[in-house]
């Protein structure tokens, strides 16, 4: 069966770092585009970087130049690197995978941003 298990978060300082991996399971996963979403308290999740099967990545404009979505099809691992980080980056942080009709996520890792 599809697993997704998320690690790395944290608390960090604004303007810290985090690195987020998530590892998966259960599918052929260097075919598929793998996503990474986030949902802070009271709000929708929200997209916030992806990465195609070929590699290319497309982001959130609130993360453009600080976030960086990769992959490691030996590992069958995609990582979130997170630099200069804001308080309104906290929120808990999924991993996702579309396979056919059913999108399939992760159980989530926490970002607290705060000083």
């Known amino acids: 069966q599809v697993q997704l298990v998320e690690s790395g978060g944290g608390l960090v300082q604004p303007g810290g770092s985090l690195s987020l991996s998530c590892a998966a399971s259960?599918?052929?996963?260097?075919?598929?585009?793998m996503r990474w979403y986030r949902q802070a308290p009271g709000k929708e999740r929200e997209l916030v970087a992806t990465?195609?099967?070929?590699?290319?990545?497309n982001y959130a404009d609130s993360v453009k130049g600080r976030f960086t979505i990769s992959r490691d099809n030996a590992k069958n691992t995609v990582y979130l690197q997170m630099n200069g980080l804001k308080p309104e980056d906290t929120a808990v942080y999924y991993c996702?995978?579309?396979?056919?009709?059913?999108?399939?996520w992760g159980q989530g890792t926490q970002v607290t941003v705060s000083s």
């Open positions: 259960g599918f052929e996963f260097s075919r598929y585009a």
């Open positions: 996702k995978v579309l396979i056919l009709i059913k999108d399939y």
């Open positions: 990465i195609t099967s070929t590699a290319s990545t």
